[in-house]
């Protein structure tokens, strides 16, 4: 196999642009905004793997969320950056666990507390009635599961959304992960 040439960078100094043409606003589809798992894998996490060594890969990897997996590669929860809040290892210290024997399990939602938007609302709505219900319900993430086919079909991260609208969602009152709200009006 030949490889393929390198050459200098000369004079180009100039990066290439998004070729998006629509403009990106709160009626665009919420699919624009959705991490879709038919496109991207999601990032997930072993169920045996520890509290502790968790936390400090999603910190290596700047990841605020991770799908925990049983050992079938099925769901078993969710955790996120803020579920493994020092203070919240602290406090299973407290009561007696060994810092080595805190599980990703003692900290995670398991799969059922969750409460998801269903694929089919999703194709039909706007971003901005998403980021309403996620507003309403102070969650930063939140599943997507297709009903008809019985699969976990992506996400949806307040911090994307954030980033690609170019404007600040302010999400108070994180409740627990089972407490969204799923109603897109």
Request: charged share 30%.
């Amino acid at each position: 196999m030949k490889p393929l040439n390198i050459h200098s960078i000369g004079n180009i100094r100039k990066f290439a642009t998004t070729t998006e043409t629509e403009e990106i606003t709160l009626l665009s589809p919420a699919l624009s905004f959705f991490t879709d798992f038919t496109v991207t894998r999601p990032l997930v996490i072993e169920s045996n793997i520890s509290a502790v060594d968790t936390e400090r890969l999603m910190k290596k990897a700047h990841v605020r969320l991770k799908l925990v997996l049983d050992e079938k590669g099925e769901l078993l929860g969710i955790v996120s950056a803020d579920d493994l809040l020092e203070r919240k290892i602290v406090q299973k210290l407290d009561i007696g666990i060994d810092r080595k024997d805190l599980s990703i399990t003692d900290f995670m939602t398991p799969r059922e507390k969750l409460n998801v938007l269903d694929f089919n609302d999703v194709e039909k709505s706007n971003i901005g009635k998403v980021i309403h219900t996620l507003k309403n319900s102070g969650q930063q993430h939140c599943l997507v599961v297709d009903s008809d086919k019985q699969l976990i079909r992506g996400l949806f991260s307040v911090n994307d959304i954030s980033r690609k609208l170019k404007i600040e969602i302010d999400v108070q009152d994180q409740p627990s992960f089972s407490k969204l709200a799923i109603k897109l009006d």
